[in-house]
């Protein structure tokens, strides 16, 4: 079965300071790993996607699938990253819409 | 460009009630999911709809149903309410592309008493 874990219910950072989400997933295959992001009074939001190997906002993600993991990182954080951030998994035969998420971090970023 | 709408916002509900709740995809979508997000169980994927066809369920009851209309629009519907249906129901759209991004609308808050 697949499953996604964020073992983190809520990070608080200092702006400035680094900032990791961690994201760890079970999955028999080769699956397509996101991170999506709510803002405060906002609708979910796609962040940034394993398959594109970009940075979004100063955010990159990689893909270690020795260790099963994609973990979400900044350097520096800034207040405006405070947000509800969601590892998400969809197989690779499905839609990138069908989603099995994990139970999101919230990252708290204070000045 | 308009995102995708959900309606009600808000809808407040009996036990043994049922419930249905709207969903308009962004135009030229012509996918569709549901997700159920409830306190502490975070989002749970329910129906996805394309071309007017239900494609996959998640792990719910048959009194979580619904449809896709032929201008893709879609309904989700809960019989037989119970108390933990109460959840934040969120709706999301795709283009009918293979490996394209889903939508996400604000969501219908669904408040079983």
């Known amino acids: 079965a697949q499953r996604v874990t964020q073992p983190e219910k809520l990070l608080s950072v200092f702006k400035g300071a680094p900032v990791e989400l961690k994201c760890n997933y079970s999955y028999s295959g080769s699956p397509e790993l996101f991170w999506y992001v709510q803002y405060s009074r906002q609708r979910l939001q796609l962040l940034l996607r394993?398959?594109s190997r970009e940075s979004i906002k100063g955010f990159t993600a990689d893909l270690n699938k020795g260790e099963t993991s994609f973990h979400l990182k900044k350097p520096f954080a800034q207040e405006e990253d405070s947000a509800m951030y969601y590892c998400?998994?969809?197989?690779?035969?499905?839609?990138?819409?069908?989603?099995?998420f994990g139970a999101g971090t919230q990252v708290v970023v204070t000045p | 460009e308009a995102g995708v709408t959900q309606s009600p916002t808000h809808l407040i509900k009996t036990r043994g009630q049922q419930a249905t709740l709207r969903c308009s995809p962004i135009?030229?979508?012509?996918?569709v999911y549901w997700y159920q997000q409830a306190l502490g169980l975070g989002l749970q994927f329910l129906l996805w709809?394309?071309?007017?066809?239900?494609?996959n369920r998640g792990n719910f009851p048959p009194r979580f149903s619904g449809r896709q209309f032929p201008n893709y629009s879609s309904e989700l519907n809960v019989n037989a309410l119970e108390l933990e249906d109460s959840a934040l129901y969120l709706c999301a759209s795709s283009s009918p592309d293979r490996n394209t991004e889903a939508f996400f609308g604000q969501g219908t808050r669904l408040t079983v008493v």
């Open positions: 135009s030229g979508h012509t996918s």
């Open positions: 394993h398959i």
């Open positions: 998400a998994l969809s197989s690779a035969t499905d839609s990138w819409g069908k989603l099995q």
């Open positions: 709809y394309d071309e007017g066809e239900e494609r």
